[in-house]
Structure formats: C-alpha cells, structure tokens
C-alpha cells in the first residue's frame, strides 16, 4: 500500500509529494480537498488522507466524514428519481440536488429506442458537469465515442454504502499496492462477481444468488468499517465462505 501521508486545513503540500508531471501535455489534476494558491502552492482545505495517482497526475484528500460533492469526471452509482421530456432526474445523494441524465446519452440510443427505466432504476454513470449553481449533469456514454465504456443501467443485484474513502480505495487502478485491498480479489477466486463503485460511497454488486450478493457486499462494508488489514481481510473472506 502507498505511504498515507495526512494534512490539515490550511496546510501547504511539499513538491516531494506531488505526482511527477514531465510531460508539459499533462497538466496536475486537483481534486477534492486540495486548492491552488497563487503562483505555486497547494494546500489542504480539509483534514483527511491525500492519495496520490502518478498514472493520472492527479491528487486529492479523503474525508471520510464529509458528504459527496459531484466532480466532473467522478463515476456514480445513481438511482432514477422521476422522468420528464428529455432526462432522468437520479439521485446521487441525499444531499445534492437531483441530477440530469438525458435520454440519449447512451449508447446506440435514438429518440425511438431511448431506455425506459423507471423510479428506482439503477445507473452507473460519469460526472459530465458539476456547479453550486447548477444541477450536476451526468452520462451513460463516452461523450467522444459514444460508446457506454461499461456505463449504463445497473440490472438486478443490490447497492451498499461504502466511505468515500473507502470508494476511492476500491477506485485505484492498483487495489493491492496503492490501497491496501484484496478483500476483492481473494473473493474472486471462490465466487463470480460484478462490482460497480461510485465515487459516491455506492457500491453495486451482482452475483448468481442472494448469499453471494450479501457475503460480497458485507465483506466491502466490514473491510471499510473495522479497517482490515490486507491478512485480516483474507481471514474474513475465509470466514464468511463458510458461511454459504
């Protein structure tokens, strides 16, 4: 797992802990908690864990006791609240206003074959624009290609809440090496899964029966609550398989 390095609010990031950003094509990503001050320093506006992604050249601080804040580009797991003409208004949390999914922003859809989801339908989707003044607008497609990029409506299966932190922990594209997880991987090698994270603390999770969606699921959320090590995790998945 990757050094956690804590900060508090009002205090300024060493250079040492930045993402290394050579490639002038790459500019440095900021994410939540973190502020640009002029002309060069960066310093945390909450306290909280700072991760770092070299890959993305991005940087942000977790707090795991702060609500969710829609960032463009954030995947979400959100719930169809109501439909009018021409968008699903889905709730991505208690907090934040409903945002706007249109009907055709998925894939190979036209305005005779747009999906049909009614309340409580599940979405996996991207923040596409986020704003205090606005409603967040979201999309079940790559805007460029206009291909669904594993996007789209979550059938069957059940959401269970996660920490942000833990979220973005599930996110990492090195979930051993970066964020201390195998809880995953070592139930991957006993049971078939499906597993969509959202930034947003929701996790989706599809298996062949309701046991399994439980032991997946509760598994998630033990490892996010008692804050399992890497070997407490592997005793626990041996446990809960014992189970079923």
Not at 64 to 88: C, E, K, L, W
Not at 91 to 111: D, N, R, W, Y
Not at 114 to 140: F, N, W
């Amino acid at each position: 797992m990757a050094t956690q390095t804590l900060v508090l609010p009002g205090e300024e990031l060493s250079s040492q802990v930045l993402p290394l950003t050579s490639d002038s094509s790459h500019s440095l990503k900021l994410g939540p908690g973190l502020r640009h001050v002029p002309p060069s320093a960066i310093k945390a506006t909450v306290a909280g864990v700072l991760f770092v992604d070299q890959k993305r050249k991005a940087i942000w601080v977790e707090n795991n006791s702060g609500r969710y804040i829609p960032q463009v580009n954030d995947v979400v797991v959100a719930t169809v609240h109501h439909s009018s003409t021409d968008v699903f208004h889905c709730a991505i949390t208690p907090q934040t206003t409903f945002a706007q999914l249109p009907h055709l922003a998925f894939e190979g859809v036209s305005k005779k074959t747009r999906p049909q989801l009614s309340p409580g339908s599940l979405v996996y989707a991207k923040v596409t624009s986020a704003s205090k003044h606005m409603d967040p607008e979201i999309t079940c497609c790559n805007p460029s290609t206009g291909k669904s990029d594993g996007m789209g409506e979550l059938k069957e299966g059940m959401v269970f809440d996660v920490s942000l932190g833990m979220a973005s922990r599930l996110l990492l594209a090195k979930q051993r090496e970066e964020g201390g997880l195998v809880i995953l991987e070592e139930i991957a090698e006993k049971i078939p899964f499906e597993v969509a994270v959202g930034r947003n603390g929701k996790v989706w999770v599809n298996s062949k029966g309701i046991k399994e969606i439980l032991l997946v699921g509760n598994a998630l959320q033990d490892t996010d609550q008692q804050r399992l090590s890497m070997d407490e995790q592997k005793k626990h998945v041996r446990r809960l398989l014992k189970s079923i």
